[in-house]
């Protein structure tokens, strides 16, 4: 059974596995991370633990029962209560209901254990299966996003009030 972790220097092996092993699957929906992000992977990863460390964003990894990443799930921009919320699937497991588990699961760690009150994710108009996900975890579109924050392409913000609609995990 996949369990969602928060992310730790110890993951980043099998983060960077992951990516690399999705890469042309993730660039096929949302933009290339680039060469540049690989050759620096360990320093990014620093980064973002000393982010998470400092209280301004919260990174897990969905994990397999080898250890291996099925996916990342992020929270980012803590500003008052909301954050944004970005994820990706490794693409053998797209389509099971996996990512909406996860930003389910997700939802109820953010509210209990972050504070936050508000989600807002953005995802591109043809970007299909996230918009799924979002619809499916009881999130709704709020309005336009700007091209810069989906790679260049147009898309969609939609938000989740915690409060208003709390998260609940699904019995399994």
């Known amino acids: 059974m996949p369990e969602l972790k928060r992310l730790h220097a110890g993951h ?3 983060v960077l596995a992951f990516e690399l092993a999705n890469r042309a699957y ?16 360990t320093d990014r990863h ?11 964003c919260a990174f897990y990894v969905l994990v397999a029962e080898d250890g291996s990443v099925l996916g990342r799930f992020n929270l980012y ?22 990512a909406t588990a996860t930003v389910r699961e997700l939802c109820v760690l953010a509210s209990a254990r972050h504070g936050l009150r508000t989600l807002r994710a953005a995802t591109a108009r043809d970007n ?8 499916k975890a009881g999130f709704t ?32």
Do not use: M
């Open 77 to 98: 921009d803590f500003e008052d209560g909301t954050a944004v919320l970005g994820y990706r699937v490794a693409q053998h497991v797209a389509g099971r209901g996996l």
């Open 26 to 41: 993730f660039a096929a929906s949302i933009s290339d991370r680039g060469d540049e992000y690989f050759a620096q992977f």
């Open 46 to 56: 620093s980064a973002l633990l000393a982010e998470q460390e400092a209280g301004i």
């Open 12 to 14: 980043a092996p099998a």
């Open 128 to 135: 299909a299966a996230s918009q799924n996900v979002l619809t």
């Open 141 to 172: 579109p709020v309005g336009p996003a700007d091209p810069a924050d989906l790679g260049g392409k147009p898309g969609t913000w939609y938000q989740r009030d915690l409060e208003a609609q709390p998260c609940k995990v699904p019995p399994s």
